[in-house]
């Protein structure tokens, strides 16, 4: 276990040197090495999102174990990572020859886009508030709500 504790490290470590490194939101790519280094950001993000709440959903449905452990390490890592959305969308990468599952959609209604963001963050710090506690069916609860929330997003903001 500890080998992937440090595994996890050094990915959120590369998340967030990148995180920092693109600048402030709202921010049009100035070139395609920008635009590829937004992209890849902002899908790092996404993949660490997705390799924690799958895990989560899992259990919700009953197709693992339940693990209040790993419920707990997988909320918290999920606080942590659906804080830096709305920065790792900040550079418009639209009108570049980067091409990705992103709809211009997110740039064209960011006001939408950060709402959807904000509700991702409140529905992993509310399953992060649970898992402390432990109760079964209040974190499979929780788990669904984040799990409503991500794909609220996904079905507006990212292409099929």
């Not at 049009?28 to 993000?45: H, I, K, L, P, Y």
């Not at 963001?117 to 788990?143: F, K, M, P, W, Y």
């Amino acid at each position: 276990m500890r080998n992937q504790y440090t595994y996890d490290q050094k990915a959120m470590s590369f998340v967030l040197l990148i995180a920092a490194l693109l600048g402030s939101p709202g921010v049009t790519a100035q070139s395609v090495d920008e635009a590829r280094q937004a992209a890849q950001t902002r899908q790092s993000v996404l993949k660490l999102m997705g390799w924690n709440m799958g895990p989560l959903g899992a259990m919700a449905r009953g197709r693992i174990p339940f693990d209040a452990g790993r419920v707990a390490t997988n909320a918290g890592r999920m606080v942590a990572l659906a804080e830096m959305l709305p920065e790792s969308f900040g550079v418009d990468t639209r009108n570049t020859a980067i091409r990705t599952d992103a709809l211009d959609l997110i740039w064209e209604q960011e006001s939408e886009f950060a709402d959807k963001a904000r509700n991702t963050l409140l529905a992993a710090q509310a399953l992060n508030a649970v898992a402390a506690g432990g109760n079964e069916s209040e974190i499979r609860r929780a788990i669904g709500k984040l799990g409503q929330s991500c794909g609220d997003c996904h079905d507006r903001f990212k292409s099929d």
